[in-house]
């Protein structure tokens, strides 16, 4: 019988578990989950988060393209807690061509206009940790469509440089999805970068420029249309101000 008469059929599924009991157990002994903070989530947070756990596809300590974070800490922080206003000033910094849009319910909204489309609800907020769950359809390059929960851990290594790290628990919608990513793992684990990397790519840039060069920063945010100018006002009073240590 060949593969795919076998994918196609009622084994499919069978071939699916398999794998991923065999991923699983790799990881059963460590529990990557248990990061996170499940007892200190509303109902509604936790309600998001069965979603994913424990039935996550698989685990994955992102790659992180900047680690390291050369920026004011009360100016990164701002920026990761409001990431429409974040993408407001990324724009004319030339740092991405699109933007994040907040939403009634507190999520973001998010369009690369490149074939990937996806939305973050923040989840939890405490000192030195964000809690989000992400949904998003990515077709560009290796399509994945599904959802995940988002742990990003931070801290001021040293005065003015702080230090991340990103875990994601990703859950494959379609089982041949499932199956594919399973079986080309690495190809996978480069989108999951990829896109995760965007949450804190953006501003950890912004950030960097923002700290280094506030002067430069500073007449951009004030030559942005009133609107614009209006939704950043905060950040920029925030830039404008001395620098608070952690």
């Known amino acids: 019988m060949s593969f795919t008469n076998n994918v196609g059929g009622r084994r499919a599924p069978a071939i699916v578990a398999l794998i991923v009991m065999c ?4 990881l059963a002994e460590n529990k990557p989950e248990d990061i ?4 200190k989530l509303d109902a509604a947070a936790q309600a998001r988060l069965r979603l994913v756990i424990p039935g996550y596809t698989f685990y994955r300590k992102v ?3 900047h680690p390291l974070v050369r920026s004011r800490y009360d100016v990164f922080e701002y920026l ?6 974040c993408s407001i000033v990324a724009q004319p910094l030339k740092i991405v061509e699109y933007r994040s849009v907040r939403r009634p319910d507190g999520s973001y909204y998010a369009d690369n206009r490149k074939g990937a489309v996806g939305c973050i609800w923040p ?6 940790e964000r809690l989000y769950y992400a949904q998003g359809d990515d077709r560009e390059g290796n399509m994945v469509v599904g959802c995940a929960v988002v742990m ?3 801290r001021a290594k040293e005065p003015g440089v702080i230090e991340g790290e990103l875990h994601a628990f990703v859950k494959i919608e379609s089982w041949v999805q499932k199956l594919l990513a399973l079986l080309f793992m690495p190809i996978v684990t480069d989108t999951v970068d990829r896109r995760f990397n965007e949450i804190v790519n953006v501003p950890t840039r912004v950030a960097e420029m923002a700290t280094a060069e506030p002067a430069n920063v500073l007449p951009v945010i004030d030559a942005m249309p009133p ?9 920029r009073k ?5 620098d608070k240590k952690p």
């Open 23 to 26: 991923v699983s157990g790799a």
């Open 36 to 39: 996170i903070p499940f007892e």
């Open 63 to 65: 790659q992180l393209t």
């Open 80 to 85: 990761i807690n409001n990431l429409d206003q």
């Open 123 to 128: 989840l939890r907020a405490a000192p030195g």
């Open 152 to 154: 990003f851990l931070y």
């Open 227 to 235: 609107k614009d100018r209006e939704m950043v006002a905060e950040f």
């Open 238 to 242: 925030l830039l404008a101000t001395p």
